[in-house]
Nanobody
Framework: QVALVESGGGLVQAGGSLRLSCVASGRTFSTPGMGWFRQAAGKEREFVATINWSSGGTSYTDSVKGRFTISRDNAKNTVYLQMNSLKPEDTAVYYC??????????????WGQGTQVTVSS
């Protein structure tokens, strides 16, 4: 089992920055990587970014490339999502997920509770 706890969400003006954190506990060594997804009100959950635990390889959805950076601290079992130049369309609940190195939600076995990010215009 893996437990995930996210933090760092909040309200920010357009153009601002936030850093989300996700602390993983449990059998994290059994998971190839971790990812961030988001779900806006009335929309389906969508992929944001993923990172491989061992290689550090990353992948991003096109809409956040150049603005968001995913990183990890293996010693702390923590994954971060640095979000810069935020836009109102980034408003969503952001979820941390463990289990895969993939853009597909079905590749992940474990999910956090979510943290709200609201970007005002």
């Amino acid at each position: 089992q893996v437990a995930l706890v996210e933090s760092g969400g909040g309200l920010v003006q357009a153009g601002g920055s936030l850093r989300l954190s996700c602390v993983a506990s449990g059998r994290t060594f059994s998971t190839p990587g971790m990812g961030w997804f988001r779900q806006a009100a009335g929309k389906e959950r969508e992929f944001v970014a993923t990172i491989n635990w061992s290689s550090g390889g990353t992948s991003y959805t096109d809409s956040v490339k150049g603005r968001f950076t995913i990183s990890r601290d293996n010693a702390k079992n923590t994954v971060y999502l640095q979000m810069n130049s935020l836009k109102p369309e980034d408003t969503a609940v952001y979820y941390c997920a463990a289990g895969g190195y993939s853009v597909y939600p079905g590749s992940y076995n474990y999910w956090g509770q979510g943290t709200q990010v609201t970007v005002s215009s």
